[in-house]
């Protein structure tokens, strides 16, 4: 095979629904590119039967290789992987289940050919999503732009495509965090949205947990903000204010109104949860940096590969 020039990389984790209706409705959008493509599989510690269909797939198609880590290593690790074996110069990242329509890739290297280094898909709308998941990333995102000090565009996610200088550069970068659509954000270059309503998933149960939808947003702030650390300080001087406060409060009452009955336990229980709240907070904030420190110091590789097919390069 020639060395291609589309790469298309897509994360599975328990995709054994959607596999099949995936690959066709991929290869019907590869047939109708000006150059040849090959699709990433990167399966992340699938417990289904993913695997294995990936392998058929493999075997009857030279187009499609994949990698196969040794247990999950989360969405955002199997995309890196997958950006560490492509070969093509143009490298487009999409979800398994279908919510991120094929069909668009089309549209996005239309834009790629007119010379954008990333397009990334903004979502106008999410169909058939909780209301409950539906807020909560309206919220984040709009908190993200506040807090971040790259600006990362709300209400996209990590469809998008890819120059290979990009990627070469997401390559290069040693981080274990990887929020990647805010280091995407981060390296700059040309990049423009291409506008796409989100479907529902095709078939299968959502994979991104709340658990792990809140790590990822957790690391997207700190990864992209010190605010967070700041605040520290700033609920420090409210503390120290409302204390002066109140010892003037105490003060007024000790010499105009000695019958009141706030002073006492009351006052003091209330301000010892009060500090203790505002400084467990604190410690909380310190720890989400240093956690991440530590993370990085120790130089774990980021995955573990225990299968791969077709892959030669590296
Ligand atoms: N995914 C993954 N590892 C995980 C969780 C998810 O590779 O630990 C993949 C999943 O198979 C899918 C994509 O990441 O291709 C997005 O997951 P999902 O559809 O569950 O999330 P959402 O659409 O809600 O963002
Ligand atoms: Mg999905």
């Known amino acids: 095979m020639n060395q291609p020039i589309y790469s298309l990389v ?19 959008v590869i047939e109708q590119l000006d150059g040849e493509a090959e699709l990433i599989l990167v399966d992340d510690g ?47 990242v999409m979800d398994a289940d279908l919510q991120d329509p094929p069909e668009l890739v089309l549209k996005m290297i239309a834009q790629w050919q007119q010379g954008y280094q990333v397009v990334y898909a903004q979502r106008l ?54 929020y ?17 309503e989100r479907d529902p998933r095709f078939a299968g149960t959502v994979k991104y947990t709340f658990g792990k939808s809140w790590a990822l947003a957790v690391d997207g702030i700190i990864s992209f903000s010190k605010v967070p650390l700041r605040i520290a300080t700033y609920m420090g001087m409210l503390s120290a204010s409302i204390a002066l406060l109140m010892i003037i409060l105490i003060l007024y009452w000790r010499l105009f109104e000695p019958s009141t009955p706030l002073i006492g336990y009351t006052l003091i229980t209330v301000a010892m949860f009060f500090m203790g709240s505002v400084q467990l907070i604190c410690i909380g904030i310190l720890g ?27």
């Open 46 to 92: 699938s417990r289904d039967r993913s695997l294995s269909m990936i392998r058929q797939i493999h075997q009857r198609d030279s187009r499609v290789r994949y990698l196969s880590f040794a247990r999950n290593f989360g969405h955002q690790i199997a995309v890196t992987a997958g950006l560490n074996f492509v070969q093509g110069q143009s490298v487009i």
């Open 288 to 314: 989400e940096y240093i956690g991440r420190i530590y993370e990085e110091v120790k130089g774990r590789p980021i995955y573990t590969l225990k299968e791969t097919g077709g892959i030669n390069n590296k």
């Open 125 to 178: 709308s999410r169909k058939k999503e909780s209301w409950f998941k539906r807020f909560t990333a309206y919220a984040f995102y709009r908190i993200l732009k506040v807090l971040a000090n790259v600006d990362i565009p709300a209400d996209t996610g990590d469809f998008c495509l890819m120059d290979r200088q990009v990627v070469d550069i997401l390559n290069a970068m040693p981080e274990r965090n990887r």
């Open 10 to 28: 897509i994360p599975i984790y328990n995709e054994e629904e959607n596999l099949t209706e995936l690959y066709r409705r991929l290869i019907n």
């Open 180 to 196: 990647i659509r805010g280091l995407r954000a981060w390296v700059g270059f040309r990049q423009t949205a291409v506008l796409f």
